[in-house]
């Protein structure tokens, strides 16, 4: 049986008082993976597992949620973030667990697979057009990556997922969601700046825990903490991995 420490006590105790009707997101992105490492990029198309370390970074986190009282945890249907659920899962059994589509990572289209941090002149040349890309979007969401998404797109699905869950779920008031680093950035500008293209100050480090508040009375999200790590860096562990 899972044991709720100390640490995670503390955690919980930390967060602000939850007044109704008022509902908590826990949005966390996934565990590192080797291709994270290694600088490739990973987006929709591939499904690459979380590496050790990854699966450490996923524990951590589950570690420093368990006191909470969590009734759902939903992820996408990619194995990197369903397996980071699953261990967050190990401490509340008794919540609902939910995978949607709509919380999957951007897809960088003809970039994905390729290495954009390799020392020589093609990866270079394709972290160059990453880099382009990516400014395009912080001016105009509906600039997209070469055969992939925009920010547009991405905001539009995963809004639609996590509103789906909070109706399918009126009585889960602590909700946890394990996404992507891109579509987690995305997702959070669009619900606290109401603009999905001020993505890029936001930072989302492997298993970073964000938490937002949603009040349905005036459909309003507020932010609680963004990024926070502290459950993977005081224990020595990287949590910088990308794409």
Not at 10 to 30: E, G
Not at 80 to 97: E, G, I, N
Not at 174 to 199: C, E, P, Q, T
């Amino acid at each position: 049986m899972s044991v709720v420490t100390e640490r995670a006590q503390r955690f919980a105790a930390s967060l602000p008082d939850l007044p109704r009707p008022r509902r908590r997101v826990y949005l966390l992105r996934h565990g590192m993976t080797d291709w994270n490492k290694r600088g490739f990029v990973q987006g929709s198309g591939f499904d690459i597992p979380l590496n050790d370390e990854g699966r450490s970074q996923a524990r951590y986190a589950a570690e420093e949620l368990s006191a909470l009282p969590i009734g759902v945890i939903a992820s996408s249907h990619l194995s990197r973030a369903s397996k980071t659920a699953d261990a967050v899962h190990t401490f509340h059994p008794l919540a609902a667990r939910f995978t949607f589509e709509g919380f999957g990572e951007i897809s960088y289209g003809d970039l994905e697979g390729k290495c954009i941090h390799a020392d020589n002149e093609e990866s270079r040349r394709l972290k160059n057009q990453f880099d382009k890309v990516s400014l395009g979007m912080e001016k105009d969401v509906r600039v997209g990556y070469p055969g992939g998404e925009n920010a547009h797109q991405v905001e539009k699905r995963a809004r639609k997922a996590l509103m789906k869950l909070i109706d399918d779920c009126p009585d889960a008031r602590h909700m946890v969601i394990v996404g992507h680093g891109r579509m987690n950035k995305i997702i959070l500008a669009s619900l606290l700046y109401g603009d999905a293209s001020k993505f890029s100050p936001i930072q989302q480090g492997n298993t970073a825990i964000s938490i937002v508040d949603y009040d349905p009375e005036d459909d309003n999200w507020t932010e609680v903490m963004l990024n926070y790590c502290a459950h993977t860096e005081d224990r020595g562990a990287a949590s910088g991995g990308r794409y």
